[in-house]
């Protein structure tokens, strides 16, 4: 097809399948052609992507077959690897802010041509969009709605409807791939498959992607329905977090760790796993993303079995990144550039259909708490989410709405002073909410849907669906909407003014 005769070169896709036709990755390899002779050529095998975009550049990152250095041509300039590897991070910079750039991949003898456009300068205010969902992990049905971690039938549909209406980023907080494994050449094969799903679209603008309780990587211990689980360690190179920062590339501005935090057994030990590149920020214009990681030092058998084995709770925000959160909100809060301020974390502070049970309302039992060193910390999952709230709605004025996942639907809630959000036998202290405030929850990007539950603050819920959903949220100086479209057929869901 591609005269590889002549030219001595093609590239091969392929794909590996079970014997029942079960998906387990796609993926392509070049070849050379000389003297009736086939040989393996430097291919790209995953990637080029986009992200850490700025102001005056962005860092393409990509992975070949082969060791190689390779270059990125933009602009009249040329960036290069300092030295000859498989995973490249190039960054580009000194380029011109809010301009469309073409840029070109030299690896060996080969090159490959896309663009990608830079952001404007802060504070610039000029109307633009950015795209939010979360997960896809693999879904019922089998073929590619199952293919082996993700949901990439969704996934494109949804990576495609993005780039199409020209996103300025998409954000994906959790729940990429079915994970909970205890290999990790297991979950490397399921982000390579989701990377592999929007890698067409990747190319252009960036997917920020982050985690949720399935991106885990455990020791268990087989008793009960999860067993005894908990996060890998060593922690530098075993843990969920170091297997999940050597797939992705996230800026690396957020808290450190759980060391050095009252709880810590030692402070001359590493005794916790990095936040690195799962919990950060990042700014756009007039907008800041403020991604947080309530799966961290995840141990999933936790809720079934409290104080058996130690371990953060699925849905708890531990206190040394709650008092990162507390700082870089008041860093934005005085930033005169940003006047909207959005909060992701996977887990939602208000379930409403799906996690009842869980994420930070365990059917109203305060009790659940993460257990260090043999013991439970202060505060419950009921009084960590209210020192949540406190810091995004009463602290922060400019924080429009938490975007959250991990239930399978989409729907707005709308909470203010007057929505009933304790157990009826509370007998702490409440929380008085100083503005209302939205709580937008897209999980709807492929995983087997959930039904809406009834909860005390049900009356605030507006247009729930279980529909695969992407969240367009448009901002224009001080106005913020949202348009809800389901990436199959292309209804619009939901439209809705925010500020
Ligand atoms: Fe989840």
């Known amino acids: 097809m591609i005269n590889w005769v002549n030219n001595g070169k093609g590239l091969i896709g392929y794909r590996v399948i079970t014997k029942e036709g079960d998906f387990i990755f796609e993926g392509e390899i070049g070849f050379r052609y000389k003297n009736n002779q086939f040989s393996i050529d430097n291919t790209l095998i995953e990637g080029p992507a986009v992200t850490l975009l700025n102001e005056e550049g962005a860092t393409i990152y990509f992975t070949t077959n082969n060791p190689l250095k390779a270059s990125v041509n933009v602009g009249g300039k040329t960036f290069t690897d300092k030295n000859a590897v498989k995973i490249h991070e190039i960054k580009l910079d000194g380029l011109e802010s809010n301009k469309k750039y073409n840029y070109e991949v030299i690896y060996g003898d080969n090159s490959l041509n896309y663009s990608f456009k ?37 996934v494109k549909k949804i990576a495609a409807l993005a780039k199409y209406k020209e996103a300025a980023f998409v954000q994906f907080t959790g729940d990429l791939i079915g994970g909970y494994t205890n290999s990790a050449a297991d979950i490397e094969l399921q982000y390579s498959n989701w990377k592999k799903a929007v890698e067409p679209f990747a190319h252009y603008i960036p997917f920020i992607a982050t985690m949720g309780n399935h991106e885990v990587v455990s020791y268990k211990f087989p008793k009960g329905r999860y067993g005894i689980t908990m996060d890998k360690f060593p922690f530098e190179t075993e843990s969920s977090e170091a297997i999940f920062a050597k797939h992705f590339v996230n800026p690396t501005n957020g808290p450190v760790s759980e060391d050095n935090s009252k709880y810590d057994p030692s402070n001359t030990t590493v005794d916790f796993p990095s936040y690195s590149e799962n919990a950060f920020y990042y700014t756009y214009d007039n907008v800041a ?211």
């Open 118 to 154: 830079t952001a404007p300068k802060a504070g610039t205010r000029e109307p633009f969009m950015f795209a939010y969902t979360s997960d896809s992990r693999g879904g019922n049905g089998g073929g590619e709605r199952d293919f082996y971690g993700p949901n990439t039938y969704i």
């Open 289 to 499: 993303m403020v991604v947080l990681n309530s799966n961290y030092w995840y141990a999933p058998s936790l809720k079934k079995s409290q104080g058996l084995i130690d371990g953060n709770l699925h849905g708890y925000i531990m206190d040394n990144q709650l008092s990162w959160l507390e700082k870089t909100m008041a860093m934005f809060e005085k930033e005169s550039s940003i006047d909207h301020i959005f909060v992701t974390i996977h887990t939602p502070a208000f379930p409403n259909g799906g996690h009842s049970g869980d994420d930070m309302w365990y059917s109203g039992k305060n009790s659940y708490r993460p257990y260090i060193a043999g013991s439970p910390v202060e505060k419950g999952i009921i009084e960590r989410r209210d020192d949540f709230l406190e810091i995004i709605v009463n602290k922060s004025p400019k924080t429009v709405a938490l975007l959250t996942g991990d239930e399978h639907n989409f729907n707005v809630l709308t909470i203010d002073k007057s929505t009933t959000i304790y157990p009826e036998d509370w007998t702490k202290k409440k929380i008085e909410f100083s503005r209302p405030f939205y709580q937008i929850n897209n999980g709807a990007a492929g995983a087997p849907y959930y039904a809406q539950e009834i909860l005390p603050w049900s009356n605030g819920v507006d247009g729930f669906t279980t529909q695969n959903a992407l969240v367009f949220v448009y901002v224009d100086g001080k106005n913020v909407k949202i348009e809800v479209i389901n990436p199959v057929t292309f209804d619009v869901i939901l439209e809705k003014d925010l500020r």
